[in-house]
């Protein structure tokens, strides 16, 4: 079998942190090769490709996508400057992995769905929690419950990261930055959400610390369409400790289901364990395989994030944004698609 070629857009924090060493022993087994790397800033694009030696380096993706034979495209840019790429990558049949959020703009959002349904091309949106080595066996046993109700606590540091991921207007904040990988979890879990409604505690001008302005606390309310609730309460409020904690739970009847990267728990008892302990960022290996995988199988079905159904849990952290900014009116997600359709 000949390797996958591979062409990067984008070689920012996540790509070079995650993807680009997931996908490193692919390439050494000979399974991919780093065939283009396209970056618009020439100093991060030249110290990955001294790093990863790909075929050929662009600064930019027209120029690359226009030359170069892909079998694969890892597109990893900050949400708000997507422009033509999905709609190129998938009118030229490329399979695609994309980072999440997708976008901040739904309307754009619908028309990469449109592409990629009529390309019918591979594609995965970078929701890593859906390969965790904890995920399948908790919706294996979630299966087996009748759930009616789900919790989600995610406490962070109020520390700048990155400048883009400070700034709401850039990342849509911590809920939609960084929650969305626990609300897509839960989709993974018990289905579609149909309705969303969300209350923010907004950070004052002089409560901030330079360059963030995002919101301190996030109170969100779902409605799954199978009888569900939901609720998650999320805060990046507290600037001068460098501790974190995260709850994920899942309610049926007789059952508390607790889930954690490496382990599974039902009314406070471990039921599954990984054999040895997590070792960092394994999660991106797994992804970086399974994808890689349907490439070579030609099998549309088998990532476990498709662009498409994808859309559901963009939709639900938008709409969590929508709302908050409207006062905490309820939000039907099937509307807030149709209308910015």
């Known amino acids: 079998m000949k390797p996958v070629r591979v062409g990067c857009i984008g070689l920012g924090w996540i790509p070079t942190q995650a993807h680009l060493p997931a996908l490193a022993p692919l390439a050494e087994e000979g399974q991919i090769v780093f065939q283009a790397f396209c970056d618009q800033n020439e100093e991060t694009l030249q110290t990955q490709a001294k790093a990863y030696k790909p075929v050929a380096t662009y600064t930019d993706h027209h120029e690359m996508l226009d030359k170069e034979e892909l079998d694969a495209v890892y597109l990893c840019i900050p949400p708000t400057v997507h422009s033509d790429e999905v709609t190129i990558i998938a ?53 087996q419950r009748t759930p009616r109700h789900a919790q989600i606590h995610n406490y962070y540091s109020g520390k700048p990261i990155r400048y883009w991921t400070s700034r709401y207007e850039l990342c849509g904040g911590s809920f ?20 969303v409604q969300a209350f923010y505690v907004e950070s004052l001008p002089e409560e901030r610390i330079e360059p963030m302005n995002l919101p301190h606390a996030y109170n969100v309310n779902y409605r799954f369409k199978e009888r569900i609730t939901a609720n998650a309460n999320i805060a990046r409020i507290m600037n001068d400790v460098s501790f974190n904690k995260h709850a994920f739970y899942v309610v049926s009847h007789d059952s508390i289901i607790e889930w954690y990267p490496d382990k599974v728990l039902e009314n ?13 960022r394994d999660a991106f290996f797994a992804q970086a395989r399974a994808f890689i995988a349907a490439v070579q199988a030609a099998d549309p079905s088998l990532p476990r994030s498709p662009y498409v159904p994808s859309l559901n849990s963009l939709a639900a952290v938008m709409g969590a944004n929508a709302s908050a900014e409207s006062g905490g009116q309820l939000v039907l997600l099937d509307e807030l698609v149709a209308q910015d359709s």
Do not use: C, M
């Open 268 to 280: 406070g008892e471990i039921v599954w364990q990984t054999p040895e302990p997590p070792q960092g």
């Open 91 to 143: 009118d030229k049949g490329i399979p695609l992995f994309v980072e999440k959020p997708q976008t901040l703009d739904i309307k754009q959002a619908i028309q990469f769905n449109a592409a990629i349904e009529k390309s019918g091309i591979i594609s995965q949106v970078g929701f890593v929690y859906r390969y965790e080595a904890s995920s399948e066996p908790a919706r294996e046993l979630i299966a």
């Open 176 to 195: 939609v930055e960084n929650t969305i990988h626990s609300i897509d979890l839960l989709r993974y879990f018990l289905g579609d959400i149909d309705a």
